[in-house]
């Protein structure tokens, strides 16, 4: 009995819906950068250093509803238009499918660097949010547009964090989804494929929100790009991303 | 030697990390360290075919000790040569067509990513690396075809490919997730020597494993090859640029008849699967043609046509004509190449003189000309069908006498024919002032393209296939019943004389349509003119499902 309740608390931490709701309402309320990118970073940890105090296994009924709030954010973050709330959402939806990968017999470890993996671009994309609410007022898809052709450097680093997030491959994120279907697959070969169309969802959204800020003609008002220092920093975050998707192929083989 | 495979690949990585980085410093000049690169690249890539031909046996190299492996066999290095000679052409194309558009740069490197990316992809030798290299692909074309940011339609239709191709990604993942459940490793090779030797034991759901792969493999091939249902976003992807549009024959659009010939160890021992691979392609070729007859923009027909091609490509893979498949995938990426290269100057061209034609009187009176004539319609029509007939009257005679016992045979002959039936029905409804020359020529065409699809087809054979028990193999999982088969071929062939008859007919007898059959007519073209609807049916689903999504985030109070 107190084993269920321990892992509704988790349910809170790795989201499960409606439980995934106080998550996105923390990360709404919260107006300090930092504070966004230490919740997008840490969040899931919580959840899963909950998990080990926790001695029976993962209950059955968690992983089709792990699954259904993994589509359900997907599917509602394509008609998001404000950045934050973009981030939370992908972050729950992919946080949801750790659940997956919680029934199999992968070391703790890896579960928190998988965790990890789905949280750093995220993180990164914060701050790429706030960058554009510093320039724009608000960051938000449709409202100005035209960001590759007036921030060019900005667009660039913009384009690859949302890629690193929709698990384009060599970033982490593309080899944790991987990882997820083959445990998957192992579960059942139907929650392989809802697994899969949580990923075309992301595709499509991140698609949308990249549409929405770097396609069409530059603004008129003159916007300071990323000066090279602060464009290197985010080049050598990418870089360790990408190193470390690199890694992971190594390990998978 | 065989680490030139990782230097064909790594060649194009360098170029584009080179290209980025000496941009600031050598400007628009960038581009020719970009087209040297992919000279190199093509040169190394004509050596490894050459190795290959001469009896260089597969090699399986692994990068770097990684475990990601690079094949070098005689499929990777004929589409290696194929992908870097149109892309050296298409880079040398666009150093002057791409000279006024902005991100000129950005495009060299993109251009040499998505190289090397299709390199990988066809030389991959594990299930992780094609994986890798399948999604890729589906990600810089979106970029490509974006290349104009400030276009924010060919953005959306640039989208319409990318989400394609994710669609397609997805059954190739799950497929090599179950090969690799069932055989515990990711190299093609071991995975397809375990299935040669045992095939049967493995099951998913009920179900062959042999059968549900091949399936999930045939539909990642449909949605890259634009096949039925998933074909709308290659006609509207031509709103990119027109390299890009060059470039998508090499190994972009045709790349599920590369899959397909990767998988055929796979296909062999599936069942019923190559049977549903022809009803789509020969589905999609009918209405890819169709639908290319109606367009009026150039470049958008000659989309169109590529989905017809790709469709010829797909049921050329259903009947087991899998080496057929890599020669026309070649032919056609090195014609529709040349074709988009050209269309601009076409356009031009178009500008300066309308091309109707001028009426006989006129040519006559003022031009002092011979009245042009058509050649002799019974003709034409005994030549489509004596040439055909003597050619395997003399195979009967020449090869063996049992060649009419022979599927395989018997269809790539078909193949032949229907092609030439095509060309000497173009030819018909030309006018010269020189009858016999044209009859001969017509002759001489029909002849060299059955014997060349059945000639050329049996080397690629013997190049990509060299094991005969194994040609046997696939041309036996595609075989059909006899009955069907000949029912098939009975319908095509009427449906050529058919298509004689009428044409002779309307020659003929030509009278205006009647209410009905014009209305009826019209009503075909409305159907065909909206692309039957299909572009409008997919935008309404996603739409909906917008609309649906944003419902949702009211509901929950967008938390």
Known sequence: ???????????????????????????????????????????????????????????????????????????????????????????????????????????????????????????????????????????YTGLYGGLAESIPRFSTILVLVVLAIIATPLFPTFFIMLVTVVQAVTLMPLVAVSVALVWLLWSW????????????????????????????????????????????????? | MEHIIILITGLQILSALLTHLLTPRLGRQVARLSVTATALTFALSVAALWMVLNGHSRQTVNLFDSGMLLLLDPLSSLMAVLIAGISLVVHVYSLRYMAEETGYSRFFVLLDLMTATLLVMVSAGDLLTLLIAWHLVGVLLYFLLGQNTRDVSAYRYAFWTK???????????????????????????????????????????????????????????????????????????????????????????????????????????????????????????????????????????????????????????????FSLAIYHLIAHGLFKGTLFLGAGGVINAARKNDGVPKQDLYTFVIERRPVRQRVPWLLMAAITLAVPITILVFAHWVVSEDYFQKQSAIVLLFFGWMTGAQLIFA??????????????????????????????????????????????????????????????????????????????FNDQHYHPRGEYRRRLWLSFYALISRELYITDLYTRISRALLSVAGRLNLWLRWL
């Open chain 2, 163 to 321: 989400i394609t191709y994710r669609i397609g990604d997805l059954p190739l993942l799950i497929a090599a997730v179950l090969l690799y459940q069932a055989y515990g490793t990711g190299s093609l090779p071991a995975i397809f020597e375990q299935i040669s030797t045992e095939p049967g034991p493995h099951q998913v759901l009920g179900w062959p494993l042999m059968d549900l792969v091949a399936g999930l493999i045939a539909l990642a091939a449909f949605a890259r090859s634009a096949q039925f249902l998933l074909h709308t976003w290659l006609p509207y992807s031509m709103s990119g640029p027109t390299p890009v549009s060059a470039l998508m024959h090499a190994g972009i659009v045709n790349a599920g008849g590369f899959l397909i010939n990767r998988f055929a160890p796979v296909f062999v021992h599936s069942s019923e699967i190559l049977h549903w691979v022809f009803i789509v392609g020969l589905f999609t070729a009918v209405i890819g043609s169709v639908l290319m007859l109606i367009q009026n923009d150039i470049k958008k027909s000659l989309g169109y046509s590529t989905m017809g091609q790709m469709g010829f490509m797909i049921m050329e893979c259903g009947i087991g004509a």
């Open chain 1, 205 to 253: 959204a991140g698609a949308r929100l990249l549409q929405g800020l770097i396609v069409g003609p530059a603004g008129v008002n003159k916007v300071i790009d990323l000066n090279r220092f602060i464009t290197g920093a985010y080049a050598l975050a990418l870089t360790l991303l990408v190193a470390s998707g690199v890694y992971s192929i190594g390990v998978l083989l």
């Open chain 2, 427 to 504: 030819v018909y409804r030309m006018q010269t002032g020189n009858l016999h020359r044209l009859v001969m020529l017509s002759i001489f065409s029909f002849a060299i393209v059955v014997l060349g699809y059945t000639l050329i087809s049996h080397a690629f054979d013997l190049f990509l296939y060299p094991d005969p028990a194994f040609r046997d193999q696939i041309y036996a999982a595609a075989d059909f019943e006899l009955i069907w088969f000949d029912v098939l071929v009975i319908l095509v062939a009427l449906v050529i004389i058919f298509g004689w008859i009428s044409t002779s």
């Open chain 1, 1 to 139: 009995m107190i084993d269920t309740w321990v892992y509704l608390l988790i349910g809170l931490f790795l989201p499960l819906f409606p439980l995934s709701m106080g998550f996105n309402f923390v990360l709404g309320r919260s107006r300090s950068v930092l504070l966004r990118i230490l919740l997008l970073l840490f969040w899931p940890q919580i959840g899963l250093i909950l998990l080990q105090t926790v001695n029976s296994p993962v209950p059955g009924w968690m992983v089709p509803l792990a699954l259904f709030t993994a589509t359900l954010y997907a599917l509602r973050a394509l008609a998001l238009r404000e950045v934050g709330q973009w981030s939370g959402f992908l972050a729950t939806s992919a946080w949801a499918l750790l659940w997956v990968v919680l029934r199999g017999d992968l070391p703790v470890l890896q579960l928190h660097l998988f965790a990890l993996g789905f949280s750093t671009p995220l993180a990164l994309l914060a701050l790429l949010g706030a960058g554009l609410e510093r320039r724009f007022g608000a960051a």
